[in-house]
RNA sequence: GCCAGUUUAGCUCAGCUGGUAGAGCAUCUGAUUUGUAAUCAGAGGGUCGUUGGUUCAAGUCCGACAACUGGCACCA
């Protein structure tokens, strides 16, 4: 009979714990489930697992797999259980603080491997395709996902129904390599990092700076559009600016920070926030000004991990594409909902058409601020703005900022990896931490509530994933050299000139490629670094003031007279409304 | 920060069990004046991530540090 995959991928997690156990007695295991494209498991054990040792495991499992193994369940008492897994300290772990709720508590065996399990299993081994998985890494993973605790090896391993399947995903991630934003940056000349003086940030070149800046652009375009107003605030301040936020208390190791010859400390914004605070806190603001919206692109620093930097989708410093939104209560939820309808436009632009949200709720954590009826509302409200609205979410439990809960959106990247990119924050910290108010209709002083909000996130997070899901090849709006004019040879470069120059009076952003090279090697070496448009001039295209075009991933061409190519071009790079 | 791996020319990589570095592409120079994915020839270019150590001798062996890659933790 067939099984579902997750099935197969769990029951091929105790055939490769069954195989391990095999190689190394001693082993402790932790826990091993299904998980898209395959599956892992958690081992504690004094071996330290390596590429090398990959060969084996498999061959010990397909050994395993080939032997018509039984998995065999059975319904076991808690006291049972503690005996069967007396000399394994991680299911003891879990079996004290098992709290039996009614439910039954099951094991597995398979061969002499018996787990914890709640199922289901296939029958017998011999119901596992043995030459559709394959072990992808090793890595390390905190017992219970808690970094307090003792770190485990994990062991990923890719898995599917066939072997064909496994093919195809191992050469879809191959291929994927390809897209990746740092591949991109350097085969595009877009940026690159300076690993010895500045980790984790980002030297911007010519033309990545184009489409970061037109990113910023259109943003900036869209919002001023929705009336919102632009603001910047200093980079450097005072630390006690941070104190009295309440994030230094909690993210004080995270900041850039140093002190002065006069013996103050100064820090470089790891957020906009405080200062867009004192911006409100500015003059009497009445519930006529409300809702108030004060938007900044603002440049952040924030030490983060070593190991948590990653290219352009998690750096050092970046640029939020951050607003603030001062709101009565009454008005929150329409806010809200503005927000995702907003986001959800913007994304569809860059042909984002499926964003997963996700509501993050509380976590109990010594930081977290605001009563359990606060957090009701604040979190009953996005719930609702969400639900009203018929979009689909997820719950995200713990993963709410400590001064509130957030409705965040997150994209994948070629590999699959999500990243929080958008993000709608309720903040019941701030306004009260800078005593903000506003003279309501009654003529009495009221908190405002506040939101922050931010559409593509970080600039640099939102341009690595763009770069990715496109493969480099940007809609011309957003393309830092839509064009590339090329001469057959000399005698044409005062015409390829001129289209240049017909071009850029129309705002086009176009070059020529004047190299004595010859017309194959300029086309393959500009279609290597995805230039949209490849406009060839020679004899014929001047005598009869026209270009020969050729589009990127498109061997046709196409000839068009000059001054309807520029009237083309003039139109195509418009940002989208 | 933690676990594993990696770090050799601008890029992609080779350098076996130690005997002071190679290729292709790129770059530069010359020839060529080119019609849609690499024109030919020549030349230059590396304190082998940094730093200690072992050794007569270290790219190669050992240690520390850093960065990078994949995970984990974190992510205001």
Same mark, same amino acid.
């Given at each position: 009979?067939? $099984?579902?995959?997750?099935?197969?991928?769990?029951?091929?997690?105790?055939?490769?714990?069954?195989?391990?156990?095999?190689?190394?007695?001693?082993?402790?295991?932790?826990?091993?489930?299904?998980? +898209? &494209?395959?599956?892992?498991?958690?081992?504690? %054990?004094?071996?330290?697992?390596? +590429?090398?040792?990959?060969?084996?495991?498999?061959?010990?499992?397909?050994?395993?797999?080939?032997?018509?193994?039984?998995?065999?369940?059975?319904?076991?008492?808690?006291?049972?259980?503690?005996?069967?897994?007396?000399?394994?300290?991680? /299911?003891?772990?879990?079996?004290?603080? $098992?709290?039996?709720?009614?439910? =039954?508590?099951?094991?597995?065996?398979?061969?002499?491997?018996?787990?914890?399990?709640?199922?289901?299993?296939?029958?017998?081994?011999?119901?596992?395709?043995?030459?559709?998985?394959?072990?992808?890494?090793?890595?390390?993973?905190?017992?219970?996902?808690?970094?307090?605790?003792?770190? *485990?090896?994990?062991? $990923?391993?890719?898995?599917?129904?066939?072997?064909?399947?496994?093919?195809?995903?191992?050469?879809?991630?191959?291929?994927?390599?390809?897209?990746?934003?740092?591949?991109?940056?350097?085969?595009?000349?877009?940026?690159?990092?300076?690993?010895?003086?500045?980790?984790?940030?980002?030297?911007?070149?010519?033309?990545?700076?184009?489409? $970061?800046?037109?990113?910023?652009?259109?943003?900036?375009?869209?919002?001023?559009?929705?009336?919102?107003?632009?603001?910047?605030?200093?980079?450097?301040?005072?630390?006690?600016?941070?104190?009295?936020?309440?994030?230094?208390?909690?993210?004080?190791?995270?900041?850039?920070?140093?002190? %002065?010859?006069?013996?103050? %400390?100064?820090?470089?914004?790891?957020?906009?926030?405080?200062?867009?605070?004192?911006?409100?806190?500015?003059?009497? /603001?009445?519930?006529?000004?409300?809702?108030?919206? *004060?938007?900044?692109?603002?440049?952040?620093?924030?030490?983060?991990?070593?190991?948590?930097?990653?290219?352009?989708?998690?750096?050092?410093?970046?640029?939020?594409?951050?607003?603030?939104?001062?709101?009565?209560?009454?008005?929150?939820?329409?806010?809200?909902?503005?927000?995702?309808?907003?986001?959800?436009?913007?994304?569809? /632009?860059?042909?984002?058409?499926?964003?997963?949200?996700?509501?993050?709720?509380?976590?109990?954590?010594?930081?977290?601020?605001?009563?359990?009826?606060?957090?009701?509302?604040?979190?009953?409200?996005?719930?609702?703005?969400?639900?009203?609205?018929?979009?689909?979410? =997820?719950?995200?439990?713990?993963?709410?900022?400590?001064?509130?809960?957030?409705?965040?959106?997150?994209?994948?990247?070629?590999?699959?990896?999500?990243?929080?990119?958008?993000?709608?924050?309720?903040?019941? &910290? *701030?306004?009260?931490?800078?005593?903000?108010?506003?003279?309501?209709?009654?003529?009495?002083?009221?908190?405002?509530?506040?939101?922050?909000?931010?559409?593509?996130?970080?600039?640099?997070?939102?341009?690595?994933?763009?770069? +990715?899901? %496109?493969?480099?090849?940007?809609?011309?709006?957003?393309?830092?050299?839509?064009?590339?004019?090329?001469?057959?040879?000399? @005698?044409?470069?005062?015409?390829?000139?001129?289209?240049?120059?017909?071009?850029?009076?129309?705002?086009?952003?176009?070059?020529?490629?004047?190299?004595? =090279?010859?017309?194959?090697?300029?086309?393959?070496?500009?279609?290597?670094? @995805?230039?949209?448009?490849?406009?060839?001039?020679? =004899?014929? +295209?001047?005598?009869?003031?026209?270009?020969?075009?050729?589009?990127?991933? &498109?061997?046709?061409?196409?000839?068009?007279?000059?001054?309807?190519?520029? @009237?083309?071009?003039?139109? &195509?790079?418009?940002?989208?409304?």
């Amino acid at each position: 009979m067939s $099984y579902p995959v997750e099935t197969v991928r769990h029951s091929l997690a105790h055939v490769m714990a069954a195989a391990v156990k095999k190689l190394y007695p001693d082993v402790k295991f932790a826990g091993g489930p299904a998980i +898209e &494209n395959g599956f892992y498991y958690d081992f504690d %054990t004094e071996h330290r697992f390596s +590429e090398d040792d990959f060969a084996q495991i498999e061959k010990e499992m397909k050994a395993l797999i080939k032997s018509d193994g039984r998995f065999e369940k059975r319904i076991v008492s808690l006291d049972e259980a503690k005996q069967i897994f007396a000399n394994q300290p991680y /299911k003891m772990e879990w079996l004290n603080e $098992y709290d039996a709720n009614g439910q =039954e508590l099951s094991i597995y065996s398979f061969r002499d491997f018996v787990d914890l399990c709640r199922g289901p299993h296939v029958a017998s081994s011999k119901d596992l395709p043995k030459d559709a998985f394959k072990i992808r890494s090793v890595a390390g993973a905190y017992w219970k996902g808690d970094s307090k605790n003792k770190m *485990l090896q994990r062991i $990923y391993v890719d898995a599917f129904l066939s072997a064909d399947e496994l093919n195809d995903y191992l050469k879809m991630m191959e291929e994927a390599a390809n897209r990746d934003n740092r591949k991109l940056g350097r085969d595009m000349d877009l940026f690159h990092f300076e690993p010895d003086y500045a980790p984790g940030a980002v030297f911007w070149h010519d033309k990545g700076y184009k489409i $970061y800046r037109k990113l910023i652009d259109y943003v900036r375009m869209r919002q001023e559009h929705a009336g919102y107003l632009e603001i910047s605030t200093p980079s450097v301040m005072d630390r006690s600016l941070w104190e009295r936020s309440g994030h230094w208390a909690k993210y004080g190791e995270h900041n850039y920070s140093g002190k %002065t010859q006069d013996g103050k %400390t100064f820090c470089v914004k790891p957020m906009s926030c405080p200062g867009g605070m004192l911006v409100f806190g500015q003059g009497i /603001k009445s519930y006529k000004d409300l809702p108030l919206y *004060l938007a900044e692109f603002g440049k952040v620093n924030r030490y983060e991990a070593a190991g948590g930097l990653s290219g352009l989708m998690r750096v050092r410093e970046f640029t939020q594409d951050d607003a603030h939104i001062f709101c009565t209560e009454e008005q929150l939820e329409t806010e809200v909902v503005k927000v995702l309808r907003f986001i959800k436009d913007i994304y569809s /632009k860059f042909g984002f058409d499926k964003i997963s949200m996700k509501l993050a709720t509380r976590k109990n954590s010594e930081f977290r601020i605001g009563s359990d009826e606060i957090w009701d509302k604040a979190e009953g409200a996005l719930r609702h703005a969400l639900e009203a609205n018929g979009i689909e979410f =997820e719950i995200a439990e713990g993963d709410a900022a400590f001064y509130g809960p957030k409705i965040d959106n997150y994209l994948k990247d070629s590999i699959g990896r999500i990243w929080q990119c958008g993000t709608i924050q309720l903040d019941m &910290n *701030l306004p009260e931490r800078f005593d903000l108010s506003y003279i309501g209709e009654d003529g009495e002083k009221h908190r405002p509530i506040m939101l922050h909000r931010a559409m593509l996130g970080s600039i640099e997070r939102f341009m690595g994933v763009l770069l +990715e899901s %496109t493969a480099g090849v940007l809609p011309l709006w957003l393309s830092p050299e839509p064009v590339v004019v090329v001469p057959v040879s000399e @005698k044409y470069r005062e015409y390829a000139l001129r289209v240049v120059d017909e071009l850029r009076n129309v705002g086009v952003y176009a070059r020529a490629d004047l190299r004595d =090279e010859k017309v194959n090697y300029k086309v393959r070496e500009l279609s290597l670094s @995805k230039t949209p448009i490849i406009a060839v001039v020679g =004899e014929k +295209e001047m005598n009869d003031l026209s270009v020969t075009l050729r589009y990127f991933g &498109n061997e046709k061409q196409d000839v068009l007279k000059l001054s309807e190519f520029v @009237k083309q071009m003039a139109d &195509n790079i418009k940002m989208p409304k």
